[in-house]
């Protein structure tokens, strides 16, 4: 991929995830896809830029919390990362900053929910041994009215080691009709925000707390989530992530066992037994409210973080 393509493809995706001036200093994405459009081969972005009459320029105030105030020394524009040697993926931009920072940097600890055990759960639920045989338990369950009016169930899906793991609400319409999680809209903005942060479908695995569809899409009954969450609690104890990344309310409450809002739970790196848990915004809330994609961007860079550096720990 030449370096004009992979910076298309960095800036769709920032768009997407609602960026609009950060990547260019002084300079809209909207502007900077028309030079793209516009520019011929020189491969020198600055210069290409600079040609179409963006001067880099302090910016004023954003309208919104800025992801990173100035582009600073440490972190210089993308654009000049994709126009040198094309990296094999963009680099995610810099570090989130809208979660008030410890003193040392790191984002502030959450909520605790359990320990740190090799067992997750130590009641007395049904202890499947594998993500095939809860599905199977999924596909019989009849333990809340909601298997009557579904057309599948929609156990969750992806790698059974995932590091990441994403876990929403409850299946939609899509979902009912294809037995498969966040493949509708809402699916399709959260495969988008997992490229931005350089994981696949298939890296990840993605769940639900409820895995059969309720009657349009009214929220989750306070039963249905008793009855159903042990199979997605004993999901992430088969899986064992190194994140997990709770979308939305209801698994963000759910895990966490608490009432917040989503508005005070992320920015904070909970526990789940052991696993950090960020929260943030489900993707079909972006839909609804744009405004929350950058809070969200902000927080899948820190589920990124954490990521990298569980990984590095080994
Ligand atoms: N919304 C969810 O919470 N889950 C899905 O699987 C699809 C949409
Ligand atoms: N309300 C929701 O239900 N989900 C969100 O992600 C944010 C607000």
Redesign the pocket.
């Known amino acids: 991929m030449d370096a004009r393509e992979q910076l298309r493809r960095y800036l769709e995706q920032r768009r997407e995830l609602g960026e609009s001036e950060f990547v260019l200093d002084g300079l809209s994405v909207e502007d900077a896809m028309r030079v793209l459009g516009a520019a011929s081969g020189t491969g020198d972005w600055r210069a290409a830029l600079k040609a179409a009459g963006a001067t880099p320029a302090e910016r004023s105030a954003p309208a919104v919390a800025p992801l990173a105030p100035k582009p600073s020394p440490a972190s210089p524009p993308r654009v000049e990362a994709a126009s040198a040697a094309p990296e094999p993926r963009p680099a995610p931009a810099s570090e989130p900053a809208a979660p008030p920072k410890g003193s040392d940097g790191a984002p502030p600890s959450g909520l605790v929910v359990g320990t740190a055990s090799h067992e997750l759960f130590g009641g007395n639920q049904p202890r499947f041994n594998s993500l095939e045989e809860i599905a199977a338990a999924v596909a019989a369950c009849t333990k809340c009215g909601l298997y009557k009016g579904a057309l599948n169930p929609v156990p969750g899906e992806g790698n059974p080691n995932a590091e990441f793991m994403c876990v929403g ?1 409850a299946p939609g319409a899509k979902e009912d009709e294809t037995g498969r999680p966040f493949v509708g809209q809402a699916g399709q903005l959260l495969t988008k925000i997992l490229a931005a942060i350089n994981l696949t479908r298939e890296d990840v695995f993605i769940g639900n707390v409820l895995k059969h569809r309720p009657p349009g899409n009214r ?1 989750p009954l306070p039963d249905e989530i008793a009855a159903c969450s042990p199979y997605l609690i004993r999901q992430i104890e088969l899986i064992r992530p190194k994140v997990i990344l709770a ?4 698994a ?1 409450q759910t895990l966490l066992d608490t009432k917040l ?3 005070k739970l992320r920015g904070q790196v909970h526990r789940y037994y052991g696993v950090p848990l960020i929260v ?7 839909l609804r ?1 744009p405004s ?1 994609k950058r809070p969200t961007w902000e927080d899948v860079q820190l589920a990124r973080r954490i990521l990298d550096d569980a990984r590095a720990r080994g």
């Open positions: 609400e929220n979308l939305g309310t209801f963000a809002s989503i508005g943030t915004y489900h993707p079909a809330a972006l409210n929350w």
